[in-house]
């Protein structure tokens, strides 16, 4: 079975700074999808940034771009020029890449804190 | 297009009464997940339905938590009766049948329930 490990239960930074969230995974497939979600006070995961295995290339989304090591099962999530907004539970999530619908394995979460 | 709809939003119970959840989600989304967060966690998936059959429902308390999804559209998940440990955030989630697994997954904004 796959699992999700993040060992950051919260992480605080200073408006307008850099910080990086950690997530280790362990699977023994070759072929997945890493995701990072976002979960502010309303409940909605909202999907960040979507890593596909086979690509060599880190993901990036505006501010926020990856570090996938893919031999280290380790997937961390850097968010540059950090907002207000940018505050919430951040959680890393596995999925199988096979033909068909997959389940999201989630890890245990990490609270991100923006300090004014 | 409108997003994955859950209700009630919250829902406050008695320890051994019943409750049920209801879910209504994208139009044209094969698959339909329903996800228990507590406290603190990740979510953990509880039951998976592809149209209206179960994919994986390993997770389920079969004893007290029972789920369906008529005519592979909108979903009820019923806890009968319910401890104290099912306060959490039941979330609901859909997504496209198909082979590319890292697109179209999308959360509803979750009911919280609290067993008092």
């Known amino acids: 079975a796959q699992t999700v490990t993040q060992s950051q239960p919260e992480m605080s930074v200073q408006e307008a700074e850099t910080v990086t969230l950690s997530c280790t995974y362990d699977?023994?497939?070759?072929?997945?999808?890493l995701f990072w979600y976002k979960q502010p006070p309303s409940r909605q995961m909202i999907l960040v940034i979507r890593q596909e295995a086979y690509k060599q290339q880190n993901a990036t989304e505006n501010r926020f771009s990856v570090n996938f090591q893919k031999a280290a099962k380790s997937f961390s999530l850097k968010i540059s020029d950090s907002q207000l907004g940018d505050a919430a539970m951040y959680f890393c999530a596995y999925r199988n890449r096979i033909q068909g619908a997959q389940k999201l394995v989630f890890g245990q979460g990490t609270r991100l804190t923006i300090n004014p | 297009e409108a997003g994955v709809a859950q209700s009630p939003r919250y829902k406050i119970i008695e320890k051994r009464q019943s409750v049920a959840f209801w879910c209504n989600p994208i139009s044209g989304h094969a698959t339909l997940y329903w996800y228990q967060q507590i406290l603190g966690q990740g979510p953990k998936l509880l039951i998976q339905?592809?149209?209206?059959?179960?994919?994986?429902d390993s997770q389920l308390p079969k004893d007290r938590f029972s789920a369906e999804r008529l005519k592979g559209v909108d979903s009820t998940l019923k806890i009968q009766p319910a401890k104290l440990e099912d306060s959490a955030v039941y979330l609901c989630?859909?997504?496209?049948?198909?082979?590319?697994?890292?697109?179209?997954?999308?959360f509803g904004s979750g009911t919280r329930l609290t067993v008092v």
């Open positions: 989630a859909s997504s496209l049948l198909s082979g590319r697994a890292g697109y179209g997954y999308t």
């Open positions: 339905f592809q149209n209206n059959g179960v994919v994986d």
């Open positions: 699977t023994s497939e070759s072929d997945y999808y």
